[in-house]
């Protein structure tokens, strides 16, 4: 499934670098002939972006080398090593391909002829003129989602990451509905026989355990008792005295077969450990249930466990590992935007997070709403929508920099279109697992493709809006200020 991962994502942001250096390359060849030129104006305006949008994205993939689990780690590494040598190879390759097929054939009279985008170009009107109604919804909304995010929560039950269209998942669940049966065994393991017989005492008079097997379960039940009727039955009848089968001791653990043995003791120089395997009457994965009979059982023996009681912890583990990720490549992400940009002024920087608060505050608010499972698997697509948000934020900001005033619903609609093609092809990529039958696949696809959506709709709504006022109404300050300097002087 990683694999799976690290292939869509390297496929998605790869595309994302080809779209937007060709359109702004096609932008800049209808007001210049001359190819090389072309990339020479790209290069300085969109390729600045796109080297800051790539050291933003690798910086949120590489902090995933901190983590705590070892798959998270090899996928925040191999993401960042091959987000930075996808970009070299994008800049290197790239321009040699589109000038090779622009000698050839009538492609350059066919790329004038090519769409406007000119909704984009209204979204961007529309944000500039009513940009106050726009930031007011937008606090609107924040403020909702920042309710609801504390109430997310993570899917901790294994079962609900199996593909419960299958014939063998519907047997399954047959069989432990008809049966009273269950393949989620608690385990613990006795350090000595001693041990062996307190525990599985224990266990055996907590209401809610069903059985309790380990290398006991094999010998005789009430041996001494049995032992005893034979003794009598010598006393009454000493001719019984002479009958080998009468003449018997205790049955230990040692005499029973290799075979039954190795599954149930383990021999080594600290001396023997023996297995200990408890079913359930309820189910496990229910963790009001599973936390009040692990209580039970930890006091008798603490060294216990089960899938339930692991996998959970690795989601908290997993979970925290996101959260701090998230939280702590934040810092290097806005000192990279903020020095990025060459201002003193760190606005840019905060707004070039507008994207990433948006995209991944409503997959943590909307996910329970839209029925999308936020599990193991589906959390780890959380720092793709932190770097493909970023940077959706950055090429915006950096192209309105690079225009100045007024220039907003040119912005939204030529680099506007790069950021939504971005979108659309990502998504695309990832919409290929929301049909799959595995549920967690199916969040894989989900997740990313709700934060991404989210995500443009901050970068070509909200984001403008913020813009005009706040960089306008700063500059427009600023110039008013120099001008009355000017005239004192």
């Known amino acids: 499934m990683l694999a799976a991962v690290f292939a869509v994502l390297l496929l998605g942001l790869g595309i994302d670098f080809s779209l937007h250096i060709l359109t702004r390359f096609m932008e800049e060849l209808n007001g210049n002939e001359d190819i090389k030129k072309a990339f020479e104006c790209t290069s300085l305006s969109t390729g600045k972006a796109i080297v800051l949008g790539t050291m933003t994205t690798a910086v949120a993939f590489g902090a995933l080398a901190f983590s705590n689990t070892s798959g998270m780690r090899q996928m925040g590494v191999v993401l960042a090593i091959g987000l930075i040598t996808t970009m070299f190879c994008v800049f290197a390759v790239l321009p040699a391909l589109i000038t090779l097929r622009l000698r050839s054939g009538k492609l350059r009279q066919k790329l004038n002829k090519r769409a406007k985008y000119n909704i984009l170009k209204k979204i ?74 307190y525990t599985v005492n224990g266990f055996s008079q907590i209401p809610e355990i069903m059985k309790v097997e ?24 000493p001719e019984l005295a002479n009958v080998s089968w009468m003449n018997l001791d205790e049955m230990t653990w040692r005499e029973l077969p290799e075979s039954i043995k190795a599954n149930w003791v383990s021999e080594g120089e600290e001396g023997e450990r023996f297995l200990i395997r408890v079913s359930a009457w309820g189910n496990i994965w229910d963790k009001d249930y599973r936390e009040a009979l692990v209580a039970e059982m930890e006091e008798v023996n603490p060294n216990i466990v089960a899938r339930a009681i692991m996998f959970p912890v690795l989601m908290d583990a997993m979970t925290k590992d996101v959260i701090n990720v998230t939280f702590y490549a934040g810092i290097p992400i806005f000192l990279i935007v903020f020095i990025g940009f060459k201002r003193k002024n760190p606005v840019y920087a905060v707004l070039a997070l507008v994207p990433v608060a948006f995209g ?40 309105y920099k690079e225009e100045g005033k007024g220039s907003i619903p040119h912005v939204v609609q030529n680099t506007g279109k790069a950021v939504l093609l971005t979108t659309a092809t990502t998504c695309l990529a990832f919409s290929s697992f929301t049909v799959a039958e595995h549920p967690g696949m199916r969040a894989l696809g989900q997740v990313p493709v709700l934060g991404l959506v989210l995500a443009l709709i901050g970068a070509l709504i909200f984001l403008p809006a913020l813009v005009v006022k706040i960089l306008e109404r700063t500059s427009t300050k600023t110039s008013s200020l120099k001008v009355a300097v000017s005239l004192e002087q």
């Open 214 to 237: 380990s290398i006991l379960s094999f010998l005789p039940e009430n041996q001494s008792a049995k032992l005893l009727i034979f003794e009598q039955a010598k006393a009454i009848n």
């Open 360 to 399: 991944v505050g409503g997959i943590l608010a909307l996910a329970a709403y839209l029925d999308i499972s936020l599990n193991m698997i589906s959390i780890m697509m959380i720092p793709l929508v932190v770097g493909i948000g970023i940077d959706d934020g950055i090429h915006i900001l950096h192209r």
């Open 124 to 197: 961007g009107s529309t944000s500039a003129r009513f940009a106050t109604v726009i930031i007011l919804i937008l606090l609107v909304v924040s403020v909702f989602l920042a309710l609801q995010v504390p109430a997310a929560s993570i899917d901790e039950n294994l079962h609900e990451l199996q593909p419960k269209t299958t014939n063998s998942y519907k047997q399954l669940e047959k069989v432990k509905e008809n049966f009273n049966y269950t393949e989620d065994y608690i385990l613990c393991v006795a350090e000595g026989y001693d041990e062996l017989e």
